[in-house]
């Protein structure tokens, strides 16, 4: 079975570039969630999907991060502008519904120059 | 959100038993204790997760103290592959709660060939 998948792996931008990364969750997986870590850090989610709907983002900075879940499969996540203090890794985990365990993507690393 | 607190760091030698200790004193009686771990350059990992009484699957046993306040993540024989960060988080179950998993910084693991 195919894990999570994730695109890009690694990621170089100058500031105020945008930039997206894409998941591909577990199929039939209905809960999605998108994390950043920072060097050192555990995880933080962002925000997290069931199905198509954003159930939970009340840590995503929607000043300038965006993400999207159509039809409840794919997710995109965007920030625009960029700025230094985005770089970091960012997760995508998915899980069959919203209390059963996560799988995470390899993860995409952001470097913000 | 209820806390865990972890060592920073852990040894063990290869082929030797580890327990990896978790202090989670304001746990809540609906709370789960799961265990993740994470790799180098890898996303996490689920290893284990119990509520009250003690779990065991193929990689690790969960022991649960009897009042909750601890746990401890048991390797029965430490191999090279299992160097990396584990991380003990609650997550509540109770009415209302999201099963939000928050990371801490989680123990790094170092195995000695």
């Known amino acids: 079975e195919a894990g999570v998948v994730q695109s890009p792996r690694y990621k170089i931008i100058e500031k105020k570039q945008p930039v997206a990364f894409w998941c591909n969750p577990i199929?039939?997986?209905?809960?999605l969630y998108w994390y950043l870590q920072n060097l050192g850090q555990g995880p933080e989610l962002l925000i997290r999907y069931e199905n198509e709907e954003a159930v939970d983002d009340s840590q995503l900075p929607k000043d300038r991060f965006s993400a999207e879940r159509l039809k409840g499969v794919d997710s995109t996540l965007k920030i625009q502008p960029a700025e230094l203090g985005d770089s970091a890794v960012y997760l995508c985990a998915s899980s069959l519904e919203t209390n059963y365990e996560q799988y995470f993507g390899p993860g995409t690393r952001l470097t913000v120059t | 959100d209820a806390k865990t607190t972890q060592p920073n760091s852990m040894e063990s030698n290869e082929e030797e038993p580890v327990h990896l200790p978790c202090n989670h004193s304001?746990?809540?009686?609906?709370?789960?204790i799961h265990w993740y771990r994470q790799l180098p350059s890898q996303g996490p990992e689920y290893v284990i997760h119990?509520?009250?009484s003690n779990v065991n699957n193929r990689m690790a046993s969960l022991a649960i103290a009897e009042d909750r306040k601890s746990s401890t993540l048991i390797l029965h024989r430490a191999t090279l592959r299992d160097a990396a960060v584990y991380y003990c988080?609650?997550?509540?179950?109770?009415?209302?709660?999201?099963?939000?998993?928050?990371f801490g910084k989680g123990t790094l693991l170092t195995v000695n060939p």
């Open positions: 304001t746990i809540s009686g609906t709370d789960y």
């Open positions: 199929s039939g997986h209905n809960t």
């Open positions: 988080i609650l997550s509540s179950s109770g009415v209302g709660s999201n099963y939000k998993l928050t």
């Open positions: 119990g509520l009250t």
